[in-house]
């Protein structure tokens, strides 16, 4: 047991370093309908606190979604769910499959469809990069990862998910998704001071632990989105859909 337990030890060492240091370019050689078959396989589209909102509300929601998802050729390699989940703590989140949770108190606390759209269009870079995948690949060969899946108890699929759901991105990771995030938003001409608004607000009201964890600071966010320059911009939804969507839970 003792040779069968260092083998294991040695071999999730080994596995964990290689995908640490590599997994990046392997991660999208993965299917992407093999990705989601992990998203259902431990249920992470599942949430007990998701809202379902109104007919109205969804649609409104689909719509912003939209229009900053498709923008790009790659864009039909992967899908897009967002769910709104009814949660008092100001963020949002990406997971395997992209699935992607969006809480109640940042629909709430956002002062315009702009900011949403920019925490989005960052949730979907990290989805387009394989970000997620890279990171469940890397958290699965370590021993924590080894060990759940080989405990042999029922509850094993629920606690890797939760290993999932905890996991959190790596600086280079965060800041590719920033910079395509920003760049996303240009392409679909949605301003980009929503977004430095939001990191503003977020850092005066002592939010940035619970959203900026692992991403640059709030004043490195606000510069990257102040260098793209002006643009031309649109609209993405009007007032009246705009207060719909920040009921979405209510």
């Keep these: 047991m003792r040779i069968k337990s260092l083998i294991w030890v040695l071999l999730a060492c080994f596995l964990g370093a290689f995908f640490a240091l590599g997994i990046s370019p392997l991660a999208h050689l993965v299917p992407w309908k093999f ?86 269009a960052h949730e979907i870079a990290h989805v387009s990069n394989r970000h997620i995948l890279e990171g469940s690949l890397v958290h699965i060969l370590t021993i924590e990862g080894i060990k759940i899946m080989l405990s042999g108890q029922p509850s094993a699929s629920s606690n890797l998910a939760r290993y999932f759901l905890d996991m959190n991105f790596t600086k280079r990771q965060e800041v590719q998704a920033d910079q395509e995030g920003l760049k996303r938003l240009k392409q679909a001409q949605i301003s980009n001071s929503g977004i430095k608004d939001f990191f503003k607000r977020m850092e005066q009201n002592n939010f940035a632990a619970e959203f900026l964890s692992e991403h640059p600071s709030n004043k490195a966010r606000i510069e990257m989105a102040s260098k793209i320059g002006d643009y031309d911009t649109r609209s993405i939804i009007n007032q009246d859909e705009w207060k719909i969507l920040q009921n979405f839970c209510k």
């Design 35 to 120: 990705e989601q078959k992990l998203s259902h396989l431990f249920s992470l589209e599942r949430h007990d606190k998701i809202c379902h909102g109104t007919l109205e509300s969804r649609v409104i929601l689909a719509k912003l979604t939209g229009r900053f998802h498709s923008l790009y050729p790659k864009d039909s390699d992967f899908s897009i769910d967002v769910f709104v989940v009814q949660d008092d703590r100001v963020n949002a989140y990406a997971t395997l499959g992209g699935v992607i949770f969006l809480h109640s108190a940042l629909l709430e606390q956002a002062q315009s469809p702009e900011e949403v759209a920019g925490v989005l």
